[in-house]
Nanobody, 127 residues
Framework: QVQPVESGGGSVQAGDSLRLSCAAS????????MGWFRQAPGKEREFVAA????????IYAEAVKDRFTISRENAKNTVSLQMNSLKFEDTAVYYC????????????????????WGQGTQVTVSS
């Protein structure tokens, strides 16, 4: 199965942009739906965005819709999360996750729907 590795986190001001990247190795990346989740201190891990195997279907949490964009390059085994207009409440550790599926469909928004996880990258937004 794929092993995701996140990068691109950092500390920014509210209103700034940041781009997270996830490189996946060890599996057939094009057979995996990929998702981004985040976890703030004292809170449960929550769904942010997900993209289907082909990239043709994307889904976003309401809190980030119209600000974040998920994309993937299957030829490079990478998935990215472009985050614009960042807010203080976006502060969290962001995780990249993969879900192998044999048939096309809508990506899962549940943590239980993913079986490969990265170690996470910290995003801190100061107001």
């Amino acid at each position: 199965q794929v092993q995701p590795v996140e990068s691109g986190g950092g500390s920014v001001q509210a209103g700034d942009s940041l781009r997270l990247s996830c490189a996946a190795s060890g599996g057939s990346f094009r057979n995996y739906d990929m998702g981004w989740f985040r976890q703030a201190p004292g809170k449960e891990r929550e769904f942010v965005a997900a993209i289907s195997r082909s990239g043709g279907s994307t889904i976003y949490a309401e809190a980030v819709k119209d600000r974040f964009t998920i994309s993937r390059e299957n030829a490079k085994n990478t998935v990215s999360l472009q985050m614009n207009s960042l807010k203080f409440e976006d502060t969290a550790v962001y995780y990249c996750a993969g879900r192998r599926r044999l048939l096309p469909g809508t990506p899962s928004t549940s943590t239980a729907g993913y079986d490969s996880w990265g170690q996470g990258t910290q995003v801190t937004v100061s107001s």
